[in-house]
């Protein structure tokens, strides 16, 4: 492909093996760091000692010195010099802006003086005399003019007339919140559309728009705009700037008689794009580096241009901006230099260090800016008009893209296309759904509205009444609620970097035909290298008729293309010389041969309160048979440490939080975070088995040593007390209090997992309430063990079967058969209960027809009333073989498909928290619905 750099690909095993296995499409969010960046600064710091600069040893210096030398080296990247622009180094983009926001001065008061005069920098806040008890602090008060003093009100302006502040409606929230400050201050607010705004600046636009700016109007206005949008990648064209400055936006916006100022939000622009600030005429740019190289994060800068800094009226001083000052009086002299009149307290240097080993990989690894926007932009035209020529076997569009320019000039279009997903029968596939089967093919991508209301607005065709319907709806930023009737909420958006390949483009494009297009007698188009599909195409993929509502068709994955990794391709039916020797009673279950001691299926551990030598196999098949035609539980399963092994028992006792024991212990990493099995797979492999008659839990783990740990965190051995250490985590969002299990366990969990880990207890005297508190009286709470939402999950074993039928029926078409064989014999239990493992619930019924319990408000187990708290929504831990700690893409992909975008299976169930906590429940107890939806 033109304009593809293929030399990146020779450098990825050694500069990016962390990406190994991984299709990275978020580069907006952030790029990522390349190994030697990391090494360079690595071996930076090892050979050099920096100190802080505010010091005057040689290693404040070399501080200071290096900190000067990466400003300018940022000034050359964007082909300016110091003459031009200056550099303030803030938290980031947002830190610039808020920045910006806080120190602009909206009454035009401090235009005629100079934001920082090192003539007359001596500083009073008023002309009163300073008023102090103490009789030391009452003295040697001087009143000076404050004409030229920017960092105080001048009492002289009070009357002036207030500025605007004119945004962009497609504009980053960290703009937008801009307004606030403005307001605060007595600004005007004006928001305006690429539309009108377009309009206004276009050539050749009416005379009386161009209002020269000569900087002598009553107050002072700021327009802000982004480079690139970080929503659909439209570039705004810089020459705004220069419009702007000159009042072309006077005439509409009512303000006359004022002076512009602009702020071009160059995050995303600067990311991938040549950003040539010798032609742009901006006032202040705002940028973040770890959009750029990776890292440093939280790290930009406000850029500065030279003159633009009259209108800035800074308060606050700290460490290291002033020249000096008194703690008595209102006296103060800021430093000459404006960087450092700005960067308030230590500046952070050694971040700012590792921006010059970023710098030096861009150039290293990707040439200039220009070829890393030639590159991104070919890649992102490559992967938008393939989607925009696919189709389904109907011929409807897979896709809606969101996209101004439909990326013919890489000038005015970024790597960035974003996009909904398209049913044939022209329904939304929710985002929600998307990112989850992403997951599952490695693919790392980003939804939502990405902090830009004003863009998702425009082109979801979303109305301000139906954004703030969607809020009383319970939709917040960043959540999964993807379609509010019938209507995105949000949209899915893939981004390119200068270490991007084809192959990642291709990755993505597989996965759109694999999981998203419907063939019928048509096949979907293939993807092809020409990446100069007709315009007409394009056009006809976003404005295709809707078909008849009253068709209704099934979403399913394309049934000729080869899918890997299917449920349970690592779940094998035992050998029958396995089978050798064991009692014919324990194996005989409905005819059917089951051991108790299958290798294929021992996801639950042995048990022993009265079960010995049961298995789950055997046992929830004979609890349904002697049930009859009674709805019964037949499994009850508890999950003494989050995301470990479960333990299966025939009776247990159910606590204030659920089932006795259950999640009440986590393990953590190093840095005190929970661990769980999207990430540490293994951690399956870890089998708790409580027994309460000696009061331990004893551990499991293939090639090490069991290991006993006591229930309770004080114990009393040999006269001695030990106490855990109390300590505090979080689960779920929710902070949690908890107490250390000590060492030993300490060690052999980092054994098992290959990494430092500890094991910590939930403390019981701290309460935490449960997620589903609307299904109970306003005056109860439910309390919550480690679980992630409710106290109890239950499955329902038809559904589970019903699930496993259509993996199966999936897995007939495909090209390539698996080793998976529906029959009438062990294998299909063994299959079921590996299933039924994956969703990690509490209680399993059967005698029940399939996803009837969707409907259920309110049921009993035996004498035990439960409420219910809604359908559990899964996520990519499914796909985790709970034997063999395996990934698959099974069955995710089933479950969505037929289940819907929020994909759920199973049901959250609440106690009466007023009832007994010291009730029992037992497997065989007879289950009735007492309330449905």
């Known amino acids: 492909m033109q304009g593809y750099n293929q030399s990146i690909e020779a450098c990825l095993s050694t500069e990016f093996s ?80 808020k920045l910006l926001a806080n120190t602009f001065d909206w009454s035009g008061c401090n235009v005629s003086g100079s934001t920082h005069n090192a003539s007359d920098s001596t500083h009073n806040a008023s002309d009163s005399t300073h008023n102090a008890s103490d009789s030391t602090h009452n003295a040697m008060e001087t009143t000076q003019d404050t004409s030229a003093s920017p960092g105080n009100p001048d009492h002289q302006c009070r009357n002036v007339s207030s500025g605007l502040f004119c945004y962009l409606e497609d504009n980053h929230t960290s703009v937008i919140g801009m307004r606030e400050n403005a307001k605060e201050k007595g600004a005007q607010v004006a928001a305006i559309s690429t539309e009108k705004i377009d309009q206004i600046l276009q050539d050749g636009a009416p005379s009386s728009y161009h209002l020269q700016n000569s900087q002598t109007g009553t107050s002072n206005c700021l327009f802000a705009y982004p480079g690139q949008s970080n929503f659909s990648g439209r ?208 693919i790392h991508l980003r939804t939502g509205c990405f902090c830009n209301t004003g863009a998702c607005q425009k082109y979801l065709d979303l109305s301000s009444q139906q954004v703030k319907d969607n809020y009383q709806a319970g939709h917040v930023c960043g959540d999964d609620m993807d379609i509010i009737n019938g209507q995105p909420t949000g949209s899915i958006r893939i981004s390119f970097g200068y270490m991007s390949t084809k192959q990642d483009a291709d990755h993505f494009l597989q996965f759109i035909q694999d999981c998203f297009v419907k063939r019928s007698s048509l096949s979907a188009s293939p993807i092809t290298n020409d990446v100069n599909v007709k315009n007409k195409e394009m056009e006809n993929a976003n404005k295709d008729e809707a078909i008849d509502k009253g068709e209704t068709m099934v979403h399913e994955t394309a049934a000729d293309n080869d899918r890997a990794n299917i449920l349970l391709e690592n779940s094998h039916p035992p050998h029958k010389t396995e089978m050798q020797g064991k009692d014919q009673s324990e194996m005989n279950v409905l005819g059917k041969v089951v051991s108790s001691d299958l290798e294929g299926s021992t996801f639950a551990s042995k048990i022993d309160v009265g079960c010995h030598g049961d298995r789950g196999i055997a046992r929830g098949v004979e609890a349904a048979r002697n049930a009859g035609n009674k709805m019964v539980l037949t499994n009850i399963y508890l999950y003494p440490i989050k995301s470990c092994g479960a333990m299966e028992v025939c009776e247990w006792e159910l606590g204030p939080r659920g089932l006795l024991y259950d999640r009440h212990w986590m393990i953590v990493n190093s840095s005190g975070v929970c661990l769980s099995q999207k990430r540490e797979s293994k951690m399956c492999l870890i089998k708790p088995d409580i027994d309460l008659n000696t009061g331990m839990m004893t551990l499991t783990y293939p090639g090490l040593k069991t290991l006993e740990v006591p229930l309770e965190t004080s114990q009393v051995a040999a006269g001695q007390v030990t106490v855990s250490k109390l300590c505090h985590s979080k689960v779920c969002g929710d902070r949690v209090e ?37 299904v109970l009286a306003s005056d109860q709470k439910a309390q919550l063990s480690l679980a992630q939402e409710s106290p109890y999950l239950l499955l329902n074993r038809s559904s589970c079967k019903v699930l496993l039928e259509n993996i199966h029926e999936k897995s007939s078409h495909m090209s390539e058969k698996r080793s998976i064989v529906l029959s009438t014999g062990q294998e299909k239990y063994v299959e079921i209960e590996n299933l039924l493992g994956r969703f990690r619930g509490n209680f399993v019924i059967d005698n029940v027809s399939s996803f009837q319990e969707d409907k259920w408000k309110k049921m009993q187990i035996g004498q035990q009333v439960f409420m219910v708290g809604g359908l559990c929504t899964r996520c990519q831990m499914i796909c985790i073989n709970q034997d063999t700690a395996e990934r698959s893409k099974e069955p995710l992909m089933t479950l969505t498909t037929f289940r819907g975008k929020r994909v759920p299976f199973g049901i959250h169930l609440l106690r009466d928290p007023s009832l007994s906590t010291s009730a029992m429940i037992c497997i065989n107890d007879v289950v009735t619905v007492m309330d449905i939806s």
């Open 738 to 774: 908890m107490l250390d299990c000590g060492d030993t366990v300490a060690e052999w969990l980092s054994s098992a997992l290959g990494k430092s880990c500890r094991l910590l207890q939930q403390n019981d005297n701290f309460k935490r309430d449960c997620k589903f508190k609307e």
């Open 18 to 97: 962390h990406l190994n296995g991984i299709t990275y499409l978020d580069h907006t969010g952030t790029t990522l760091y390349a190994a030697s960046q990391l090494t360079n600064y690595h071996e930076d710091l090892m050979h050099n000692v920096y100190g802080n600069p505010h010091s005057g040893s040689s290693s404040s210096r070399l501080s200071m010195d290096t900190v000067e030398q990466v400003r300018y080296r940022i000034l050359q990247h964007f082909n300016t010099t110091p003459d031009l622009h200056s550099v303030i180094f803030t938290s980031g983009c947002t830190g610039a802006l």
């Open 235 to 442: 570039k705004y064209p810089l020459s705004w700037c220069t419009k702007v400055k000159q009042g072309q936006l006077s005439y509409t916006l009512n303000c006359s008689n004022s002076n512009w100022y602009v702020v071009l939000d160059a995050a995303a622009l600067a990311s991938t794009s040549q950003l040539d600030l010798s032609n742009c005429m901006a006032d202040f740019i705002t940028v973040s580096f770890y959009k750029m190289f990776g890292f440093p994060t939280g790290l930009g800068a406000l850029i500065i241009r030279k003159g633009a800094e009259q209108v800035l009226r800074k308060v606050y001083f700290g460490g290291g901006t002033v020249l000096a000052y008194l703690s008595g009086e209102q006296f103060h002299a800021p430093k000459k230099s404006l960087a450092e009149w700005f960067e308030d307290g230590t500046v952070p240097f050694l971040d700012i260090v590792a921006v010059r080993h970023g710098l030096d990989v861009l150039q290293r690894l990707a040439g200039s800016m220009s070829s890393i926007q030639q590159h991104t932009f070919t890649l992102a035209k490559y992967v938008h008009n393939n989607m925009a020529a696919y189709r389904h076997g109907n011929g409807m569009s897979v896709a809606r893209l969101y996209c101004h320019n439909r990326f013919d000039d890489n000038n005015m279009q970024g790597p960035i296309i974003n996009f909904n997903l398209l049913r044939p029968n022209g329904e939304f596939v929710g985002y929600a759904e998307v990112d989850s089967l992403a997951a599952l093919h490695d």
